[in-house]
């Protein structure tokens, strides 16, 4: 699932490419992806695209709609906005290819042609179908925007607003990480890279954290961060996925060595997902029990 560094990565691409140009077709090959009908879809069309941004995981392109005389040019056109799921992901053509696409037999959920003859498409891959697009007057529109907690890399959050979102809560940390509404934009993937880096157990209570223990996880949190937003900047969509992976250095790693102290490096498996840590690194040598076995002897 890509997450805030991979979305930065492709709202800063956007950004550059297509900011200034018109919007000349809107094709929705899975209308299940779409989420809303006012304004509908088609209200794209024609708007040119003004800015491109980040809310957590969403990218949010806006538009200006030109009127037919000059006194309503420019006024405020719909926000296209999308959130990439566990499976989404960008493709993008310099030259949009002129190959229809056909409903159910694609991984095209949207196909946007833009004016100089580029444009690109939201896909998903997979059978878990959770990438989600809107077209909506204003961000706050969508709620999952709109529920979003704090962005980690704004300048106002500092290590005191951490603590202060830690502050009573009796969860894991790991989990308290990857909510949204917490914290915006970091899903399993960082938040295990996070808790690595911050030598700190992913069962560790969030309330009970020492101050020591909130330095050490604001620093962790912000390094990592920034160091793969930094990465991720200026690479095409195609190679975000690759720079993500090569970034890792638990998640995904099972049975690799940790590059911090060499031990192996282990997973907990749940349900649907896994986390990754280091044992001598983040749980004093502990082996955290599978959760779907621990569930299955109770
Ligand atoms: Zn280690």
């Known amino acids: ?57 969403f990218l949010d392109l806006s538009t200006n709609v030109s009127g037919a005389t000059p006194s ?23 030259t949009m290819p002129a190959t229809i696409i056909r409903p159910g037999k694609t991984p095209i959920a949207l196909r946007i042609a833009l004016s100089d003859g580029s444009g690109f498409d939201i896909t998903e891959a997979g059978t878990k179908k959770s ?15 709109a ?3 704090p962005d980690p890399l704004d300048p106002a ?3 005191d607003t951490l603590a202060g979102l830690l502050a009573g809560r009796r969860t894991q940390i790991k989990g308290v990480l990857r909510d949204q509404s917490v914290i915006a934009g970091v899903g399993n993937a960082y938040s295990d890279e996070i808790l690595h880096a911050a030598k700190m157990s ?11 223990d909130v330095d050490a996880l604001f620093a962790a949190m912000t390094t990592t961060l920034t160091e793969a937003v930094t990465e991720a900047t200026g690479k095409p969509p195609a190679e975000l996925k690759d720079a993500k992976r090569r ?21 907990v498996f749940f349900a649907d997902n896994s986390l990754e840590y280091c044992p001598t690194c983040q749980t004093g ?10 569930r299955l002897l109770k």
């Open 1 to 57: 699932m890509p997450e805030m560094p991979e979305v930065q990565g492709l709202v800063d691409f956007l950004r550059e490419r297509v900011t200034g140009l018109t919007i000349t077709r809107v094709s929705v090959a899975n209308i299940a992806a779409l989420k809303t009908y006012d304004p509908p879809v088609d209200a794209l069309k024609g708007a040119e695209v003004t800015a491109a941004a980040r809310h957590g995981k």
């Open 72 to 94: 309503d040019a420019g006024a405020p056109g719909p926000h296209l906005m999308f959130h990439l799921g566990k499976a989404g992901w960008l493709r993008w053509y310099d």
């Open 131 to 145: 990438l989600a697009v809107y077209v909506a007057r204003a961000p706050a529109d969508v709620p999952g925007i």
């Open 147 to 149: 529920r979003l907690g």
């Open 157 to 159: 959050f500092t290590r």
């Open 202 to 212: 992913p069962y560790a209570l969030a309330a009970t954290l020492t101050e020591a």
């Open 247 to 267: 970034g890792m250095r638990v998640h995904g790693r099972r049975g690799e060595l940790c590059p911090v102290c060499g031990d192996t490096v282990r997973s």
């Open 285 to 294: 040598g502990k082996i955290l029990a599978d959760r779907r076995l621990s």
